[in-house]
């Protein structure tokens, strides 16, 4: 993963502050995260950082392409460092989400007749295998 966050903020037009490298460390750690569980893993190191400073510096880094909302059926949506394009597979259950490439044949289906598409985001929601199980 992505460790220089003060490299990957100043590429994408964005001063380096401390809130903004926390939150994506805290981001990059977990893979995807919530606002409320980005807000609890900040604030043990900056305990005066408001929950709107959070919110606030998702929305602008979102803008900037430097991280993307993974939108979750019934809960708040979790947020990833931006990557290669992929898919998610979100359990509806425990809310689990796994990266998948996507595959060739697949990109193929993607286009579209008189359309140019810059991007997609793909999320197939079902249950996954640990749920699955029990």
């Known amino acids: 993963m992505i460790k220089n966050y003060i490299s990957l903020l100043q590429n994408n037009d964005l001063k380096a502050t401390i809130q903004r490298t926390s939150i994506l460390k805290s981001i990059d750690q977990a893979g995807h995260i919530n606002v409320d569980e980005i807000y609890e893993d900040v604030k043990e190191l900056h305990p005066t950082l408001s929950l ?44 689990k989400i796994q990266d998948r490439e996507i595959r060739p044949e697949a990109k193929e289906a993607l286009v579209v007749e008189n359309f140019q598409l810059n991007s997609s985001k793909i999320n197939l929601y079902g249950v996954c295998q640990s749920c699955q199980n029990r």
């Not at 606030?56 to 019934?74: A, C, D, R, S, T």
């Open 52 to 95: 709107a400073t959070i919110y606030k510096n998702i929305i602008l880094m979102q803008e900037n392409n430097v991280i993307v909302e993974v939108p979750m059926n019934g809960q708040k949506s979790k947020y990833e460092l931006k990557k290669e394009e992929h898919m998610h597979l979100i359990c509806q259950v425990c809310g």
